[in-house]
């Protein structure tokens, strides 16, 4: 039997003894979570230390395993965006529009050019809000508790926003098969455009506060590295494979809803650091402000949503005045719809990397499989290797930079 | 010079002959099924190989028929991606019902490690030659393997509904 | 019940006799007053409700408002904990360790519909309530809850708190109800 498959605890008070016997130096095992404030989610690390080295590690996760997969078996296509919601849940749409595009992709629906604009909108400000968590929270984590407060307000106006569109905040269950569930209102447009303007200069001044700050740099820099090779073969996407150096992002490689349209950069770190994270992450923020501009300007008119009465449902008043409006609502309620037998892959650049949707229908209702890739649990089994011979300290800025969000992690 | 669907079958089809077949395009993604002996190979190939380059291992994820003959009652499906030109492949394995059991590719790829793990976890399937193969999203307590397609989604002993007033039962699968 | 709808940042005055240079009232209203207006959270977050709790206690709604300024990590120096978000079977042993670990005396807020009833997750691997691990004072209901209702749920918590017995918590009802969940 390997050793590996020993409880961590088990493994590691072998090696302290053998190391006692050896050269007489005392090595500890410490548990980390998985209810430590500073790891931002449940999972559990089981380090051995060398006083405050860091010289191996388990993670355990698994702690709000809530059985995504298993409940999206058992769920009309229409019931799954709320499972999509809460896995990424600081940039829920992106899971949202994700999932939508997968089951237009399996249907073969065409969708409106608006309709794909104004989904690059929520989804750029999704990530502008999920990277405002991520690294004001690292500013916590390394003690500037200032940044987070200053820019935690201007989450709250991207709130309103989706609150404007869709009635919800946070898990916004936003969008149907085909586009929106209504057409947006002017006031939506206008905090879109209040957003461009009071958001910049505050931005600015987060990043003054850290960018080039002494302490922070000495905090971050150096510290959680890892190669472009490695981290490849780690399956990292997104700002954390970026920040390696590889300019890999799926909009630009595998473009969806139009991103061919808007022009914008990727920005790229070099060493794979703590600090290039925090970097790659700021600068993507004022990409998606670019492309937010870009998509403002040249949205198209039109309708909000695709001329799919099969799977679109229709407008209430419909349903209660009119015959076949009721016949589609009930059709699509109960199930009856056309499915094709087929299985798809459609990825999008979530906050975190790539976030694929692999579906497989059989025809019902229901899929017949449906597997989420999901970014975080594939890049956080690195975690370990990044934090090796690190001190504890730093490993709890690594965990931080690197974004991982419980509920994508566990599934 | 984009990599075309075409010249990655006769390439794998002149290397590897009848261990590969199926070979059809769903939804822009070139979809094959392999042997399940020779994954590490055929994956291996189109890792190494000067022309395939598909240095990226997406996705590992299992599936369940029980429905389906016994030789085929499991599969793992496996998505590649070739960032140099942009290629993505999409890799079906079947193994037996009673004795699930593929080789691992964690010696490819290091990424594979914790999505086999859960491949294990949910559907029970074996990974030869994977360094820690025990569960990692469910309690290690846990016996049976939930996604399975037998393995009711709600808790069978939960209290707080009685199943008779929703007209349902516990188990979804089997649909009346 | 007090009125909570005036947010007032002096609390009121309890019940009692005042006169020229004395005021007398019940010991318990003033330790109520005391406890209900400083009570030390233990956020307790494993999911979405977390970071709706994050923006509760970020500048814009910011909880430090009711008395909640201190997020205590450490279960041996809080009052309120709360739990936000799914709790699995495989964290319900560690919920029922951080509250055993908790001084008395203790408040437990249940926020979001994971917390209360399992929400939408009815699945194998999810408690459906931390009721079932944990007894519960104030459950906050919605998936996630707005910042607006977990201030809510600490109002009313506090309302409760404020009227409560010093000697609630030696009394035979509270062993029992501990007994129940075979916390000693």
């Known amino acids: 039997m390997s050793d590996l498959l020993l409880p961590p605890e088990q493994r590691f008070a072998d090696v302290i003894k053998r190391h006692e016997n050896e050269d007489g130096s005392e090595l500890s095992i410490l548990n980390l979570g998985p209810t430590h404030p500073a790891t931002h989610g449940i999972f559990q690390n089981i380090l051995l230390m060398d006083g405050e080295r860091i010289l191996d590690g388990e993670g355990t996760v698994g702690y ?88 935690f307000q201007y989450r709250e106006k991207i709130y309103e926003i989706y609150e404007e569109i869709c009635g919800a905040r946070l898990t916004t269950n ?60 780690y399956g990292f996407t997104g700002p954390n494979l970026r920040a ?79 015959m076949e409006a009721l016949i589609y609502h009930f059709k699509i309620v109960m199930g009856e719809v056309p499915v094709p037998v087929t299985e798809v892959y459609h990825a999008v650049e979530g906050g975190n990397g790539e976030l694929g949707f692999y579906l497989t229908t059989d025809g019902s209702r229901t899929p017949y499989r449906l597997h989420f890739r999901r970014p975080c649990f594939i890049y956080y089994q690195a975690f370990n290797d990044m934090v090796q011979g690190q001190m504890l300290s730093d490993a709890i800025a690594t965990l931080s930079s690197l974004n991982v969000i419980a509920g994508e992690l566990d599934a | 010079m984009a990599l075309e669907q ?45 022309t395939m380059r598909f240095n990226f291992l997406t996705d590992v994820c299992g599936m369940h028929f029980p429905d389906a003959d016994k030789s085929r009652q499991f599969s793992v499906v496996y998505h590649m991606h070739n960032w140099i030109d942009n290629v993505r492949i999409r890799i079906k394995c079947y193994l037996n019902g009673d004795n699930p059991e593929i080789d691992s590719v964690t ?9 086999e793990r859960e491949t294990y976890d949910f559907y029970g399937i074996i990974f030869k030659g994977h360094p820690q193969l025990k569960r990692i999203l469910n309690m290690d307590e846990m016996v049976s393997f939930p996604m399975r397609k037998e393995f009711p989604m709600e808790d069978g002993g939960r209290t707080d509904k009685d199943d008779r007033f929703f007209g349902r039962t516990t188990d979804n699968y089997t649909k009346s | 019940m007090a009125d909570s709808n005036n947010i007032n940042t002096n609390a009121p005055m309890p019940e009692g006799y005042s006169g020229e240079g004395f005021f007398a009232t019940k010991l318990d209203s003033v330790v109520g007053l005391a406890r209900a207006n400083s009570l030390w959270p233990l956020p307790f977050a494993t999911s979405c409700c977390g970071i709706e709790f994050m923006a509760t206690m970020a500048s814009h709604y910011d909880v430090a408002r009711f008395g909640s300024e201190r997020m205590s990590f450490s279960p041996r120096q809080a009052d309120m904990l709360l739990v936000m978000g799914t709790i699995a079977k495989k964290m319900a042993p560690i919920l029922r360790q951080v509250y055993e670990q908790m001084a008395e ?58 009227t409560e017995s010093v000697r609630r918590r030696s009394s035979p009802e509270y062993q029992e109800l501990l007994a129940s969940y075979n916390i000693s």
């Open chain 1, 174 to 233: 936003m969008g149907r098969i085909g586009g929106f569930e209504r057409d947006w209102s002017p006031l939506v447009f206008e905090k879109i455009e209040a957003l461009l303007k009071e958001f910049p200069p505050i931005w600015q001044e987060f990043e003054n506060l850290l960018m080039r700050n002494r302490i922070f740099m000495d905090r971050t820099i150096d510290v959680g590295p890892i190669s472009a090779e490695k981290a490849i073969s």
């Open chain 2, 107 to 115: 010696p490819l790829f290091l990424g594979a490690n914790w999505q």
């Open chain 3, 105 to 162: 005396p203790k408040w437990v807020i249940s926020v979001g519909a994971c917390a209360c009833s399992g929400g939408i997750f009815d699945t194998y691997s999810v408690l459906q309530g931390i009721d079932k691990v944990i007894p519960v004072d104030v459950y906050v209901p919605g998936c996630p809850p707005r910042p607006e209702q977990i201030l809510d749920g600490i109002l009313r918590l506090q309302d409760l708190v404020k």
């Open chain 1, 64 to 151: 709000i395993h809530r059985a995504f997969e298993k409940i999206a078996e058992n769920r009309p296509f229409y019931q799954i965006t709320p499972l999509t919601d809460r896995m990424n849940y600081c940039s829920s749409p992106i899971n949202n529009f994700g999932w939508w595009m997968t089951v237009e992709k399996a249907l073969n629906i065409e969708i409106p050019k608006r309709v794909q604009y104004m989904r690059v909108i929520v989804m750029e400000l999704a990530r502008i809000a999920d990277h405002i968590i991520c690294n004001s929270v690292l500013g916590v984590d390394t003690g500037a508790l200032t940044g987070f407060l200053y820019v």
């Open chain 1, 244 to 322: 390696a150096g590889i300019d890999y992002d799926v909009r630009v490689m595998t473009p969806y809803s139009s991103y061919e349209d808007f022009e914008f950069d990727i920005p790229v770190g070099k060493s794979g650091d703590t600090y290039d994270r925090f970097c790659v992450r700021n600068a993507e923020v004022w990409e998606s402000l670019k492309i937010i501009r870009q998509a403002i300007d040249k949205m198209p008119e039109g309708p909000y949503h695709a001329d799919v009465p099969d799977y679109y449902l229709p407008p209430k008043e419909d349903v209660y005045h009119n």
């Open chain 2, 6 to 50: 075409n010249a990655i079958i006769q390439s794998l089809s002149d290397r590897f002959g009848g261990t590969v077949s199926d070979f059809i395009n769903i939804h822009d993604i070139l979809t094959f099924e392999a042997d399940s002996e020779s994954i590490l190979e055929v994956m291996g190939f189109l890792k190494d190989d000067a």
